[in-house]
């Protein structure tokens, strides 16, 4: 029986660029979940802006100041994990029930702190991987698979080494050999269509504008467009509840077999 299929987007930091992130995914029919702190290093979106982006896209907790959980003590860990949640909700008007560690950074007891908080998911960066989240302290923790963004290889073997994911690894191994990602990320998403699983693609709107990859990045969501009928696109926090439905048949259609539609020509 074929696992069910399902995929998603999220952006983090709140970067103006956001808005043209917003724009493409509702070119293309598609979803996602801005992960927006109050205040960072970066320019983040003016509240109102913020309060019309959650109109149509879930938007999830990044902490109130960017802080790396992991460099602050525990109150102030708490503190901003709190404050993050009660600010968002004050902008958005809604519940505000996921959250993503800034720089992926987190220790077990910030999961409990997440929990007491009020969240019930949070994003990892995790990379290459298809796996529905998987629930830890209670919180269910999502993870990803590619990251808008050029990486070399060895900082995917770095990211699966770290995590001790060997179902990681054997994606890079398959699928991420190419240095773009657009095309890792094409291949990435037959594979889940094909087979189940969930495709997660991330990334940040201002590293998309330095690295000028707007087109590599429609490219992704137009194959993803192709195949949501076979893998639909939800926001990050209907993952969780998507688990019920793990293991289950999804769609009967099978994708269109192919050379990913990213591939460059060699
Ligand atoms: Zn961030």
């Known amino acids: 029986m074929k696992q069910f299929a399902t995929c998603t987007t999220s952006w983090d930091d709140g970067y103006p660029a956001d808005q043209h992130i ?77 959250f993503c560690f800034p720089k992926g950074r987190f220790s077990h007891y910030h999961l409990d702190m997440i929990r007491r908080a009020g969240f019930r998911s949070a994003r990892t960066v995790e990379l290459l991987s298809t796996q529905f989240p998987i629930q830890r302290a209670g919180i269910h923790l999502i993870p990803t698979t590619v990251q808008a963004k050029s990486h070399h290889w060895s900082a995917y073997v770095k990211n699966c080494g770290k995590r001790l994911s060997f179902k ?18 094409c291949s990435m998403l037959q594979v889940v269509a094909r087979q189940g699983g969930v495709f997660h693609l991330w990334g940040h709107s201002w590293e998309i504008e330095e690295q000028k990859q707007w087109p590599e990045l429609e490219c992704v969501l137009r194959e993803m467009q192709r195949l949501k009928s076979v893998a639909p696109c939800v926001p990050n926090s209907r993952l969780a509840s998507s688990l019920s439905q793990a293991g289950t048949a999804g769609s009967t259609e099978s994708p269109q077999e192919g050379k990913p539609p990213c591939a460059r020509e060699r």
């Not at 109109?55 to 790396?68: I, L, N, Q, R, S």
């Not at 460099?71 to 909700?89: D, F, M, Q, Y």
């Open 168 to 185: 990681s690894l054997g994606n890079l191994i398959l699928h991420a050999r190419s240095q773009n990602w657009a095309e890792t990320a």
């Open 22 to 98: 917003a724009e493409l995914l509702a070119k293309y029919g598609l979803t996602g979940t801005f992960y927006i702190p109050i205040e960072n290093s970066r320019p983040v979106m003016a509240t109102r802006k913020i309060r019309e982006l959650g109109e149509t896209f879930e938007v999830g907790a990044h902490t109130t100041h960017h802080v790396v959980l992991t460099e602050v003590s525990k109150p102030s860990a708490e503190n901003e994990i709190r404050e993050s949640k009660k600010r968002l909700e004050d902008i958005v008007g809604n519940p505000c029930d996921t």
